[in-house]
């Protein structure tokens, strides 16, 4: 359920939209010859503002397959946050005939995100555990799995932005299979090669968010039924294959926290119609009700994960710091194939 909010900084929004409603900029930027580079000036313009530079952060990505809805979701998000975090979700979804706007998104088969986009105006809130402003930064991805991207390609954004998110939603459709979990071991196994020297586990928190749910009669929408179901899918069994449950184990390992949240489909308007711009009369009421929940848990101030690297928490100047040493690593040579990562990961395990 949404939480109360009594202590985000409203003036801090405020001078956001005073200043500019905000836009995304390309971060990591995807090269014809499937290289990736950092656009360091667009990154330490929003980073290094004096209003962000020195405080801490809450990173949250949303990542997964292709055209399925990851920059739809983070309008959401930016609606909520630009919204100051009300309580009731009246009070920040929006009306009716309202266009969804933000980042860039649009239905249809073709791919529309390179890279990585950061939305360029911060959301500062005050923390109400330790009492303090931290700045929350939304991360867009280029989609996995397209026509035109290689393994290596969607393990290096993938990784990328688990590496740098304190949040990482991983969008899926209708329902985890066996190779959603086989990627995310490949993937994430990717970004801990890259950072070997840590013991402790390399990334924070998790979130697989099933899009389309379609079995609310064996698990509930929400949280509830998500713990359900992704308890039930990461058990390991007697007799199963090593090759699964070593799956099952990486995940474990690369991760502090996972959970998982199960929304409805959003209606037939939103699949069918061409000309569709994400108004809610469009949308089914279940779909934003269950907006309604996912949305405060990950976002509202008594929820955010500040990012950390080896318990520390870094601030806007230190995550400047952080994607310019993770790009780095992901463009040297010595970093192994992906496709190699999963037939080495036996002997890998005790590097860490």
């Known amino acids: ?22 836009e995304p900029i390309q971060v990591v930027v995807a090269k014809d010859d499937h290289e990736f580079e950092l656009d360091v000036n667009a990154l330490e313009s929003v980073l290094l503002r004096d209003d962000v530079k020195d405080k801490k952060v809450a990173v949250i990505a949303v990542a997964g397959a292709f055209r399925k809805g990851k920059s739809f979701l983070l309008n959401f998000f930016l609606r909520y946050l630009s919204k100051g975090c009300p309580h009731s979700i009246d009070d920040w979804i929006g009306a009716d005939d309202e266009p969804l706007e933000g980042f860039h998104w649009r239905g249809g088969s073709d791919r529309d995100t390179t890279g990585i986009l950061m939305w360029n105006r911060p959301f500062i809130m005050r923390h109400p555990i330790t009492n303090e402003d931290v700045a929350v930064l939304l991360l867009d991805t280029q989609g996995a799995f397209d026509t035109t991207s290689t393994v290596k390609d969607c393990a290096t954004v993938f990784a990328l932005s688990t590496m740098i998110s304190s949040v990482q939603v991983y969008n899926i459709s209708s329902m985890i299979r066996e190779d959603d979990l086989q990627h995310l071991q490949l993937f994430a196994e990717y970004g801990r090669l890259a950072l070997a020297e840590s013991s402790a586990k390399p990334f924070q928190r998790l979130t697989f968010l099933i899009r389309d749910w379609s079995y609310a009669y064996e698990h509930s929408y929400g949280y ?32 502090e926290d996972l959970a998982c949240f199960l929304l409805p489909h959003p209606g037939l308007t939103v699949a069918e119609n061409p000309e569709f711009k994400g ?35 870094l601030t806007g100047r230190g995550l400047v710091e952080c994607f310019k040493s993770y790009i780095k690593i992901f463009q040297q040579d010595e970093l192994p194939e992906p496709k190699s990562v999963l037939e080495a990961s036996s002997s890998t395990r005790l590097i860490f």
């Open 1 to 22: 359920t949404a939480l109360p909010i009594s202590d985000i900084r409203m003036t801090a929004v405020e001078d956001v939209a005073r200043e500019k409603p905000g």
């Open 224 to 255: 509830k039924g998500g713990e359900e179901y992704l308890k039930k899918l990461l058990k390991m069994k007697e007799g199963q294959h090593e090759q699964l449950k070593l799956v099952r184990e990486h995940i474990r390992e690369c991760f």
């Open 279 to 313: 108004r809610l009369s469009d949308i089914d009421e279940k779909f934003k009700n269950q907006l309604g929940e996912f949305i405060p848990s990950v976002l509202a101030p008594r929820s955010l994960v500040l990012k950390a690297v080896n318990g520390t928490k």
